[in-house]
């Protein structure tokens, strides 16, 4: 509160002063006041970009103001995290980052690791693309969706997945009841317009979509949609990411096929998995399947999840084992691995929890 207060005595020094241009300190007084106003009190306000006012100040407009003044007021403000030399500095649009974290860290998805890396890179390159990019992830549970959620938030911004400009959504926690889906409509698009209207660039993730309400996602619909503005908003630098569980036997039938006939999981492409995954979308039971969002065609790509086999999972705890800072040998690795259920019964090819639990079996082999 103290730095607010010599804030605002700087500003009004600087109306009061005889060699400063009227104009442009104006600007700089109304920015700072917006700014205090709209997110350290939580003012009923809507910032607009191209509003001079709502702009970052830029050191050119400061002539004859002393240059202590200049830093401490700079200090001050970059000092809440709202400016860097390339823009607002919760969004690092790490596209390098996000490539090695995808092929490093995740285990045994080839295309998850393509399909993100490109529908990211593309989107974050594009300043002009005409809607928002929406991704659906489909797999097993434990195969990564969740995980490489998080990686993307991890790489777009400094904060992660703890960003304000990121929010997590989760069908049953956070809509439940079926009842109050209207209630829940009007929260959840408060939600998403206030903050787009707060960051520059928006990621939203809604985990356990299938869950959704068919009506609760109709709702949203119009923000993932081709349109310029939806009153008076802009929608089109937002992601939006859908985690599922749909078609997630399709996926491991198609894996199934391939183990049998002698052939590479590698050699499985979008052309064999991305048709069988908008059908299952398109019939199955819940929300999901039964929204516009569907019906109008607007997800970019389905991203299908391979279920993990007995290799993965030792990669998964190789990489549990590291996180602790602990380097076990190939037996433990195998003894874990061997610890988990696989199917299909006659096969047992694939982890029927995928990597899900791996962070927490290994402590059972702890010494």
């Known amino acids: 509160m103290f730095s607010i207060v010599i804030l605002l005595s700087l500003l009004a020094v600087s109306a009061d002063a005889d060699f400063f241009q009227f104009d442009s300190i104006s600007n700089v007084s109304t920015y700072y006041f917006n700014y205090i106003y709209c997110n350290i009190w939580e003012g009923d306000c809507q910032p607009h970009q191209d509003d001079a006012t709502q702009q970052v100040p830029t050191g050119d407009i400061w002539p004859g103001f002393p240059q202590y003044y ?16 390339s823009g607002d500095c919760r969004i690092t649009n790490n596209i390098t980052g996000l490539e090695r974290d995808l092929q490093v860290k995740l285990h045994g998805q080839h295309l998850a690791q393509s399909v993100v890396l490109k529908a990211i890179q593309g989107f974050i390159k594009n300043p002009e693309s005409n809607k928002p990019l929406t991704l659906s992830f489909h797999g097993w549970s434990g195969t990564g969706k969740n995980f490489v959620a998080r990686i993307v938030a991890d790489n777009l911004y400094r904060d992660g997945i703890k960003s304000e400009c990121v929010r997590l959504f989760i069908a049953p926690f956070h809509f439940p009841h079926a009842r109050l889906v209207d209630v829940y409509k009007g929260q959840l698009r408060e939600a998403i317009r206030d903050l787009v209207l707060r960051c520059p660039q928006t990621l939203f993730i809604f985990d356990e979509a299938e869950k959704l309400h068919p009506g609760l996602i109709d709702a949203i619909k119009p923000y993932m949609d ?55 979308a398109m019939e199955a039971e819940g929300g999901f399947a039964q929204s516009e969002l569907m019906s109008g065609h607007l997800i970019d790509f389905f991203v299908p999840f391979l279920p993990l086999e007995y290799r993965h999972v030792k990669l998964c705890a190789r990489d549990a084992y590291a996180a602790r800072g602990l380097q076990p040998d190939e037996g433990t690795l195998d003894e874990v691995a061997k610890a988990m259920m696989y199917v299909p019964k006659e096969e047992k090819l694939f982890s029927a929890q995928g990597c899900k639990s791996i962070p927490q079996r290994i402590n059972f082999f702890l010494p």
């Open 70 to 85: 200049t830093g401490m007021l700079t200090a001050w403000y970059c000092s809440l995290g709202q400016c860097c030399d």
């Open 226 to 280: 081709h349109y310029d503005n939806v009153d008076g908003v802009s929608y089109r630098r937002a992601i939006f990411l859908f985690l599922s569980n749909i078609g997630g036997a399709a996926i491991n039938e198609v894996a199934l096929d391939f183990w049998h006939s002698g052939q590479n999981r590698e050699d499985i492409g979008m052309e064999d998995l991305e048709h069988l995954l908008r059908a299952e």
